[in-house]
């Protein structure tokens, strides 16, 4: 029984070898998807020559893993993902700040004026419509939050649920400014859409899929998701912005407090902010809008131009989180 | 039984092994997550547990828990009884179709769910015209009952075919029916039995992760309301207080269980087998069979759905082959990472449930359960927590005195890449299966049989050798092709341990689930899905 | 010469609150001694001998073997082996390798293994079987397959519980000889329990009667049989009749009136002064003569068996069996046959009443 045990263990041990950091290594917890993150380390470690590796996490994994390391992070930066991840985090003190000096063309309200994080994306919230199956009731590609709370849209509209998914968050709060910022306003509005909403899913973008999939005739998505799953097959989804105004969600970038490799950190910031590598998106499908002013959107990207957006308090929106979250599922989830 | 004293070292180096084993990987941890949730500042958090949300959350808890156990509990007898009563063809091609589910990738078969059987369904709504809502309590029973109940089915067959089918001739000789057989006879004699895979299909029923999120619906449970509690509001100590609360049902059936089993221990194996099975060949087999083939092609149908989901363009809208996500996920190298640090933990866990189990059932039988407990801890906390756990515990080296004691085990940079870590939690999250299904057969094993062994001599661990493993080899192989199953396919505390030298194929699932990719996260889970079969025919041959 | 094996007090209760199951059981086999627990189902037979062999633990009292306590030693290194009621074979091994299996422990050359292994299955008479699995074996060679697998290792005691209970009565017998055969020619110390009298008396060197836990009487089958320390024992161990008579002592012997004779009869050591006594005789001692006249009694019923006929007497101090061996056709008696009833007076033991 002993020898079989040592075996494994042997094996282990062996394989450390074969692992390991060095110095001049960075880690990114990168909160968007997989492809995007893989192009963003490996175009870094071309141009800057530090090596990088990235671990793909949500941004409640990545403040959870960061906060129990206590102080002995083993990520140097953090990148992707919404901007309330980052208000938390810096609130309970994990991030080193860093004024990057090309946040110089980035507006100032896309970013922490401490230099805590910094935007890097830009996705605006949209409604992913299926022509067919709104169709069928009788409903036209929907234009405005106020048509969502239409009765014969029961159980056909796709959402997130704002405690997991970023998108659901920006909707929520997309209400809360459109409500002036009263969070009663906010709660009220999805209260009143509950009955609409066939799940509130735990991803951002399931709301896509499902109304590819014709499960619902509406998802309520940021416009980049839409237009991946367009581009993923589903043709015939249509994307509208609501004429009340939109919210918005900024990806941030970050310095971790206490990284191993501050230097390293914070040459992957400069990069992430920079023109070159906020054009890489679309290559691999990811069409939210690029934060850095030197960078012209992609065709397919939305055109703030033609959307009016809400007057979005991004750290504002990031400490009510937790509380505005907690009030949602007492209130509406466990109340149904 | 035999509890003798002296001369029981190996019983000793094997309960300080275990022992060693729990509390490294799964009590630790959990303490560490837990003294979060026992601290002055969690206090106000505890007095909301009896709000109206919590105690609902608490209800749908316990109310999937069961019906998953008592669903998935049924199959499996179902499974196990037409397997080894009845005379009906094709028994062979059921027994396989059975074991898929054995590898459930977290999103594939909820999504396949969805895409068959959802409001627009192709077979709900393409086939029947149903517009059937399948998210909340009715769509998590199936998945979830689908998903476990492959453990409860090949425990029972083990137990099924170790029935000394003489009792079942005297049942008959004495007049009874084969109804009456199976009922007064066939199970209570499974009691024991059917008592391990229920606890198990609770326990994990309500430890599940994926298939709440993307099946949930409106129906929130503990474990997903751990985890919104993590990712959402960046809360662990809520988390750490769900969870707590999720252990108490977990507990509590544990007890139950262990009272109700120990109280009448039934044993049947005694080492003088005589008689013969006799088939059911009348018409009374059709009804079983006919359900036992729905069931079966309601899991091709949606283990196909993977498959074809993997080599079209978009299953369900456009149809076209393609072997562009099967590339994506063939060239990742999360597959090499993922199998090999599951070989690794595989053996392990299985030995180590199997070593527990003999441990509990036939050394440590005077109230010292809390081996047994602990083992089964492993999945009875939610993933997430434990995935915290294992941070707070193992991230930072553990010094005494300025000495460097333990290297940090998780995370990057920390030893072997933060493998040991992702390997221990492998472990733990499968021990469970093996424990409980040799628990089960132990508890059938006439304790004469082994003491026979003794008598003649053999220490402790020449008996467990020679004599028991033998004995209760049907129960080893479920444990460890459950075992590698799981690892493979384990998810929720993963993706707290993974680091860029570890990629896991789960968590690429997440991802690619995440983006949108359903090819590619379908392509990922067919070829997790081949791997792990082959591996089970490997296992098989191993220890066969 | 080794297997002197000693019982001191032993005691076992499973829980607090019962009575014990074993209760202050003492005895002592000699080396080569074959020793047979008897006693009813449930009377704590083979608890007592799982004690012995290290399957459980008595709450107090020990077991020395050759002088040494055994306290300490675990079941495996106790050098005994035991044949289980339900043989316990190991189902997955075939005959050879179950007789073989506990040889492998020792560290036998594989010649000296196979070599003893063909001494038991010869013994045994298994050979040709070697190659078979438990379930393909029948009751008996089952039955001899666990003996050869316990006799192979040589232990220096032997422990049977119940072994042949399930065999049919032709193969018991024959069994009974085989084991005794076995264990004389090999000397090993036997303890060997049963709840058959039968079994008991044609095996054993001496009988240990065991009554709810206690020890009722130690003695060889003859003791045991003719002078019972007890009505249990009387009682249990082959059939006699009791007929309650006054007695009085004189000299260690009892003075009783029975069937309307004054007798001297042999008397338990515990019978003291004047008192009622229950008389034993047993029924092959008990005469019966028709007479034409009015007898002591008549008879009531007639049992035929072959070899021996029983009369139920009825008399004026009770129904009393009697046992004619070969009977004659034409000496049968007939229900309602008037006849004189009597024994002669050193067949029968005065007993104190319970
Ligand atoms: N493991 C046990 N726990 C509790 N009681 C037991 C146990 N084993 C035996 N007993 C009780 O002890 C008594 C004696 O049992 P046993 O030694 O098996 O009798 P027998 O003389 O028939 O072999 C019985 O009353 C039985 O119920
Ligand atoms: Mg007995």
Redesign the pocket.
């Given at each position: 029984m002993k020898r079989t045990l040592a075996i494994p263990i042997a094996l282990t041990l062996a394989s450390a070898a074969c692992y390991g950091g060095g110095k001049d290594r960075i880690t990114i917890a990168c909160g968007a998807h997989e492809q995007w993150c893989a192009t963003m380390t490996r175009r870094f470690t071309e141009q800057t020559g530090i090596e990088a590796g990235f671990v793909r996490l949500s941004s409640g994994e990545a403040m959870a893993r960061i906060k129990a390391a206590r102080g002995k992070p083993e990520f140097d930066a953090w990148h992707g993902g919404p901007a309330d991840g980052y208000e938390a985090a810096k609130k309970e003190g994990l991030l080193e700040p860093y004024l990057s000096p090309a946040a110089a063309r980035i507006k100032p309200e896309w970013r922490d004026p401490g230099g805590a994080w910094t935007g890097v994306y830009l996705g605006v919230l949209g409604f992913c419509n299926n022509p067919d199956v709104l169709a069928e009731t009788g409903l036209e590609p929907v234009t405005s939050w106020r048509a969502l709370l239409d009765e014969r849209l029961r159980k056909n509209v796709g959402v997130a649920h704002p405690a997991t998914s970023g998108t659901g968050y920006t909707v929520l709060w997309t209400q809360v400014a459109l409500g002036g910022g009263s969070q009663d306003a906010g709660l009220d509005y999805l209260r009143r859409l509950h009955p609409n909403v066939l799940q509130f899913n735990k991803s951002g973008n399931a709301a896509a899929q499902q109304a590819g999939r014709g499960e619902v005739g509406v998802g309520i998505v940021f416009s980049h998701d839409c237009v991946a799953q367009q581009q993923q097959g589903y043709a015939k989804l249509r994307v509208t912005f609501p004429e009340e105004g939109t919210g918005y969600e900024i990806g941030g970038v970050a310095v971790i407090k206490g990284a191993r490799n501050p230097q390293g950190a914070r040459a992957y910031v400069d990069w992430a902010l920079s023109a070159e590598s906020q054009r890489l998106g679309p290559t691999v499908g990811f069409y939210a809008l690029p934060t850095n002013a030197g960078v012209t959107p992609d065709s397919k990207a939305a055109d703030l131009s033609k959307i009016t957006l809400v007057d979005y308090d991004v750290p504002g929106a990031g400490q009510a989180k937790p509380g505005l979250v907690r009030r949602f599922e007492d209130e509406i989830m466990a109340a149904s | 039984m035999s509890r003798d004293r002296g001369g029981r070292l190996p019983v000793r180096v094997a309960i300080g092994a275990a022992s060693a084993l729990v509390l490294a990987g799964t009590v630790y941890p959990l303490a560490s997550v837990l003294a979060e949730a026992a601290t002055p500042a969690a206090l106000p958090r505890y007095a909301r547990l009896t709000s109206a949300s919590d105690l609902g959350i608490l209800r749908n808890t316990l109310v999937l828990g069961f019906l998953v156990a008592t669903a998935g509990t049924a199959l499996g007898l179902l499974f196990a009884f037409v397997q080894t009563r009845l005379d009906v063809p094709g028994k062979r091609l059921l027994h396989w179709i059975a074991l898929i589910p054995m590898v459930s990738p977290p999103f594939a078969v909820a999504t396949a769910t969805v895409v068959l059987y959802g409001r627009r369904g192709l077979i709900t709504h393409g086939l029947f015209g149903l517009d059937y809502d399948i998210y909340g309590l009715d769509g998590l029973v199936l998945v979830l009952s689908l998903s476990f109940f492959p453990v409860a089915y090949l425990g029972l067959l083990g137990m099924m075919r170790a029935l000394d089918p003489a009792m079942e001739e005297a049942a008959m000789n004495l007049g009874a029916s084969r109804r009456r057989v199976f009922r007064t006879l066939i199970l209570p004699l499974l009691a024991p039995g059917l008592a391990a895979p229920f606890l198990l299909l609770f326990v994990e029923a309500i430890a599940d992760l994926a298939n709440p999120l993307v099946l949930g619906g409106d129906y929130v449970v503990l474990a997903s309301r751990a985890y919104l509690a993590v990712t959402g509001e960046y809360d662990t100590t809520s988390a750490a207080v769900y969870s707590l609360v999720l252990l108490v049902p977990a507990i509590g059936l544990y007890l139950a269980q262990r009272h109700w089993v120990g109280r009448k221990v039934r044993v049947t194996v005694t080492g003088r087998p005589a008689g013969r099975v006799h088939l059911v060949s009348g018409w009374a087999r059709w009804p079983f069979y006919g359900l036992a083939v729905l069931v079966a092609l309601v899991i091709v149908s949606l283990y196909g759905t993977v498959l074809a989901g993997s080599v079209t363009e978009v299953f369900g809208v456009d149809f076209t082959l393609t072997l562009d996500h099967l590339r994506v996920a063939l060239g990742s190298e999360a597959i090499a990472d993922t199998t090999v640090l599951a070989a690794v933990a595989t053996p392990i866990a299985g030995l180590a449930g199997l070593v527990m189990a003999w441990l509990a059932v036939r050394h440590l039988r005077a109230g010292s359960g809390w081996l047994d407990f602990a083992g089964t801890l492993g999945i009875a906390v939610p993933g997430t927590v434990l995935g915290i756990g294992y941070v707070l515990a193992y991230r930072s080296d553990l010094e005494i005195g300025g000495v460097t004691v333990l290297p940090g085990l998780v995370g990057g940079g920390a030893v072997a890449g933060g493998s040991l870590a992702i390997v221990l939690a492998f472990v733990v999250r499968s021990v469970p299966a093996g424990l409980r299904t040799a628990t089960g057969s132990l508890a059938q094993l006439h304790p004469s049989i082994e003491e026979a062994s003794t008598g003649l001599g053999a220490r402790p661990f020449q008996t467990f050798r020679r004599i028991t493993l033998p004995l209760i080899r049907p129960a080893l192989l479920t444990g460890l092709s459950y075992s590698f199953a799981r690892c493979m396919t384990s998810m929720s505390t993963i993706v707290f341990l993974v680091t860029p030298d570890t990629k896991i194929i789960t968590a690429q699932v997440l991802s690619a689930a995440g983006m949108g990719y359903y090819g590619v996260a379908f392509a990922y889970c067919t070829v997790l899905t081949v791997i792990v079969l082959a591996s089970l025919a490997a296992i098989r041959k191993v220890v066969a | 010469m080794t297997g002197l094996l000693r019982l001191e007090n032993l005691t076992k209760s499973?829980t607090w609150d019962a009575p014990p199951?074993v209760d202050d059981v003492s005895l002592e086999a000699a080396p080569g001694e074959f020793i047979t627990l008897l006693?009813p189902?449930?009377?704590?037979?083979?608890?007592t001998l799982r004690i012995v062999a290290g399957f459980e633990t008595a709450t107090s009292g020990r077991v020395l073997l050759d002088g040494v306590p055994l306290d300490d030693v675990p079941a495996q290194r106790r050098s005994m082996a035991m044949v289980f009621q339900n043989y316990a074979l190991f189902p997955h091994l075939s005959v050879f390798d179950n007789v073989a299996y506990g040889l492998r422990l020792r560290d036998r050359t594989r010649a000296e293994l196979t070599e003893a292994v063909r001494i038991a299955l010869t013994s045994m008479n298994l050979v040709g079987l070697e190659g078979r699995h438990p379930h393909e074996l029948s009751g008996g060679q089952q039955q001899r397959v666990a003996l050869a697998r316990a006799m192979v290792v040589q232990p220096h005691v032997l422990l049977f519980d119940e072994p042949l209970s399930n065999l049919d009565a032709k193969l018991r017998g024959a069994m009974r000889a085989e084991i005794r055969r076995v264990q004389n020619l090999l000397g090993i110390t036997s303890l060997y329990?049963t709840h058959d009298q039968d079994e008991a008396m044609a095996m054993s060197d001496r009988i240990v009667v065991l009554d709810r836990g206690r020890v009722e009487q130690i003695g060889t089958p003859a003791e045991i049989y003719l002078r019972p320390a007890s009505v249990f024992v009387a009682d249990f161990i082959g059939r006699a009749n009791f007929l309650e008579v006054p007695a009085s002592m004189t000299g260690g012997q009892a003075i009783v009136t029975v069937l309307g004779r004054r007798q001297i009869v042999a008397a338990h050591p515990l019978l003291t002064g004047d008192s009622t006594a229950l008389l034993m005789i047993r029924p092959e001692s008990v005469r019966v003569t028709p007479t034409a006249v009015e007898g002591n009694g008549s008879v009531l019923g007639v049992t035929f068996h072959g070899a021996s006929v029983d009369y139920q007497v009825e008399t004026a101090g009770g129904t009393l069996t009697c046992t004619v061996a070969g009977p004659h056709p034409g000496e049968l008696l007939a229900e309602g046959t008037n006849v004189n009833v009597s024994f002669a007076a050193d067949r029968a033991y005065a007993l104190p009443r319970r």
């Open positions: - | - | 499973f199951v006693g189902s449930g009377c704590g037979k083979t608890t329990v």
